[in-house]
């Protein structure tokens, strides 16, 4: 297949599947005049970075799910440790969620004189001072 054919079937712009290839991702088996060619398995590999992408895995994470002949090699307690972040995650985002729906909705003249809305700021500050909230958002059910 040339890149063009990849690219349709894909999805995966061009530029982006010679981004992967210099990033060791995918690797294109010849030309075709001056396009590149890949072998049909490469749609494979690139479901497979399109899930790790969207698990939120760096692609250098990803790089390291496939064997060096480009077969998937995924570490399973990797995969299990990467769902365990997403859970705390999703906790996280729905503390939020209700946090503001509560303050959407609350009662109070002004928001400055909910509770609720005061531990949801002071979480938010909180995690905008630690270098840490990137990887975990403190925020709890308020």
């Not at 895995?57 to 090699?73: T, V």
């Not at 400055?112 to 500050?125: H, Q, V, Y």
């Amino acid at each position: 297949m040339d890149i063009s054919e990849v690219a349709r079937t894909s999805g995966v712009p061009a530029s982006t599947l010679r981004y992967y290839e210099e990033k060791g991702l995918i690797k294109s088996v010849g030309r075709r005049g001056l396009r590149r060619t890949f072998e049909p398995r490469v749609l494979q590999q690139l479901a497979l970075i399109a899930l790790g992408r969207a698990a939120g895995f760096s692609l250098e994470e990803i790089g390291d799910m496939f064997a060096p002949d480009g077969r998937p090699q995924i570490d399973r307690q990797r995969l299990a440790s990467k769902a365990d972040e997403l859970d705390r995650t999703i906790r996280q985002l729905s503390a939020l969620r209700d946090g503001l729906r509560h303050a959407a909705a609350c009662s109070a003249a002004n928001h400055l004189e909910c509770p609720k809305f005061c531990r949801l700021m002071s979480a938010a500050a909180s995690a905008a001072r630690s270098k840490k909230s990137r990887k975990a958002l403190p925020y709890k059910r308020l």
